[in-house]
C-alpha cells in the first residue's frame, strides 16, 4: 500500500501563486509514476499533469502549459506542483495520484493510489 497525502492548496487571488506538494508514504517506490487532477463541483475529475518515475518526461493539459510545473523528489517522496498565473477556472480540488510501472498516463483509472486531495481556490 501506498499513502498519498497533499499538501499547500489555499485561497489565492487571480494572477497568484501557489506550490502543492505530495508526500507518499509505505511501499514507496521509484517505479510510479505520479499524476495531478483536479476536480470542481459539478465537473468530472480533470487530468492536470504527470511525470514518470525518473522525473524526465512531464505532461500537461492545454490548459495549464506554461503556468504549472510539476516536479519530483525522489529521495524524500515528494512531488510537486508549482502553480503560477492561477485562474478563477483553476478552482478545484486537487488530488495527487501514483501509477505503479506507468510513464504519466492522462487517465485516471490508470493510477492506482489516490490522496484526499487539497482545495484550490482562486479569487477573481
Known amino acids: 500500500q501506498v499513502q498519498l497525502v497533499e499538501s499547500g492548496g489555499g485561497l489565492v487571488q487571480t494572477g497568484g501563486s501557489l506550490r502543492l506538494s505530495c508526500a507518499a508514504s509505505?511501499?514507496?517506490?521509484?517505479?510510479?509514476?505520479m499524476g495531478w487532477f483536479r476536480q470542481a463541483p459539478r465537473k468530472e475529475r480533470e487530468f492536470v499533469a504527470a511525470i514518470n518515475w525518473s522525473g524526465s518526461s512531464t505532461h500537461y493539459v492545454e490548459s495549464v502549459k506554461g503556468r504549472f510545473t510539476i516536479s519530483r523528489d525522489g529521495a524524500k517522496n515528494l512531488m510537486y506542483l508549482q502553480m503560477n498565473s492561477l485562474k478563477p477556472e483553476d478552482t478545484a480540488v486537487y488530488y495527487c495520484?501514483?501509477?505503479?510501472?506507468?510513464?504519466?498516463?492522462?487517465?485516471?483509472?490508470?493510477?492506482?493510489?489516490w490522496g484526499q486531495g487539497t482545495q484550490v481556490t482562486v479569487s477573481s
Open positions: 509505505g511501499r514507496t517506490s521509484s517505479l510510479f509514476a
Open positions: 495520484a501514483a501509477d505503479y510501472l506507468g510513464s504519466g498516463s492522462p487517465n485516471p483509472l490508470d493510477y492506482d493510489y
